[in-house]
């Protein structure tokens, strides 16, 4: 399949569980595919590259390791992804690398996500913190910083410092995960 044609293949992508699961599973069988997929996904001003977001998201919820080979060309270019119906799922596989990252279960994230990567996985979290962003960013950037935080010293208090001062003027939602942080690092 052409890029054109996974391109065009994608308008027939929508939001149900079913369908994003059947265009992960032909990633899946076809991993020639990832390639040209983030190439779609990284036509960020394109109402197909959300599109393209949705699959790949289902596709590393099933099988995480087939973004291995494209990890330095995932996170070097996730700044660009600004669409809210994209930024979402680019923060989830985010939230999938770094739980992973930090697992105590073996696995092949802990050999391939490089510092490089967790840099640039740390600066889009902050972003979306920071940014007007929509809530599910946000809570999928605090528990990647919650996580990154055990072992870079200086994003706990840094984090700690913008939940704190956005507390009051975000969501229930951001004020739910906000809790939920505080209570893991014990600040009351």
């Known amino acids: 399949m052409t890029t054109e044609a996974l391109?065009?293949?994608?308008?027939?992508?929508?939001?149900?569980?079913?369908n994003r699961l059947h265009y992960a599973?032909?990633?899946?069988?076809?991993?020639?595919?990832?390639?040209?997929?983030l190439d779609i996904l990284f036509l960020v001003n394109d109402k197909t590259s959300?599109?393209?977001?949705?699959?790949?998201?289902?596709?590393?919820?099933?099988?995480?390791?087939?973004?291995?080979?494209?990890?330095?060309?995932?996170?070097e270019r996730i700044h660009t992804i600004h669409l809210?119906?994209?930024?979402?799922?680019?923060?989830?596989?985010?939230?999938?690398?770094?739980?992973n990252y930090y697992s105590k279960e073996p696995n092949k994230i802990k050999q391939y996500l490089l510092?490089?990567?967790?840099?640039?996985?740390?600066?889009?979290?902050?972003?979306?913190?920071?940014?007007?962003?929509k809530v599910a960013p946000k809570a999928y950037g605090m528990n990647c910083l919650y996580l990154l935080g055990k072992d870079y010293d200086w994003i706990h208090p840094e984090l700690v410092t913008i939940l704190?001062?956005?507390?009051?003027?975000?969501?229930?939602?951001?004020?739910?995960?906000?809790?939920?942080?505080?209570k893991k690092l014990d600040i009351k």
Do not use: G
């Open 7 to 18: 391109y065009k293949e994608l308008n027939y992508v929508n939001h149900s569980r079913e």
């Open 25 to 37: 599973n032909l990633l899946i069988n076809n991993p020639y595919l990832i390639p040209k997929l």
């Open 50 to 75: 959300p599109r393209a977001a949705w699959v790949i998201e289902f596709m590393c919820n099933k099988n995480l390791t087939l973004i291995i080979p494209y990890l330095d060309r995932f996170t």
């Open 84 to 99: 809210d119906s994209a930024v979402r799922p680019v923060a989830k596989i985010c939230e999938y690398l770094i739980t």
């Open 115 to 133: 510092p490089k990567h967790l840099e640039k996985i740390t600066e889009n979290c902050f972003d979306w913190l920071i940014n007007d962003e």
């Open 164 to 182: 704190q001062r956005d507390y009051h003027s975000q969501s229930a939602a951001f004020k739910a995960r906000s809790r939920h942080i505080f």
